[in-house]
């Protein structure tokens, strides 16, 4: 005694809705594909141009979002390497003269 469910679902009238829906896209796409075709032949220039033009605009956006550091962790930043480049070097000068010391006493 199972009743069967009838389908009323709104699927039935969906069809005759997509038909519409489909014809409606297949012609816009058309007249689409149509002013494209035109507009490639004399663009083609412009699409070039649009491309560097794009790149500045993309370029100048970028910077925008870059955090600029203040002058302080500059000063910070260039001491600290310049101090560890002077201990480097010292260090290897004292290598260097170590070395040279120990070849004059192997070769005297």
């Known amino acids: 005694m199972a009743k069967e469910k009838e389908n009323?679902?709104?699927?039935?009238?969906?069809p005759a809705k997509e038909k519409t829906v489909k014809e409606e896209k297949s012609s816009k796409a058309a007249a689409d594909s149509k002013a494209e075709?035109?507009?490639?032949?004399?663009?083609s220039n412009?699409?070039?141009?649009g491309k560097v033009g794009k790149w500045f605009?993309?370029?100048?956006?970028e910077f925008k979002k870059v955090v600029w550091p203040t002058k302080k962790t500059v000063v910070t930043n260039t001491s600290v390497v310049?101090?560890?480049?002077?201990?480097?070097?010292?260090?290897?000068?004292?290598?260097?003269?170590?070395f040279l010391a120990l070849?004059?006493?192997?070769?005297k």
């Open 8 to 14: 009323t679902s709104p699927e039935k009238n969906k």
């Open 82 to 98: 310049v101090g560890v480049v002077a201990l480097s070097a010292v260090f290897v000068g004292l290598l260097d003269e170590g």
């Open 46 to 49: 412009k699409k070039e141009q």
């Open 103 to 107: 070849l004059r006493l192997i070769y």
């Open 37 to 43: 075709k035109k507009s490639d032949k004399k663009s």
């Open 57 to 61: 605009h993309d370029l100048k956006v």
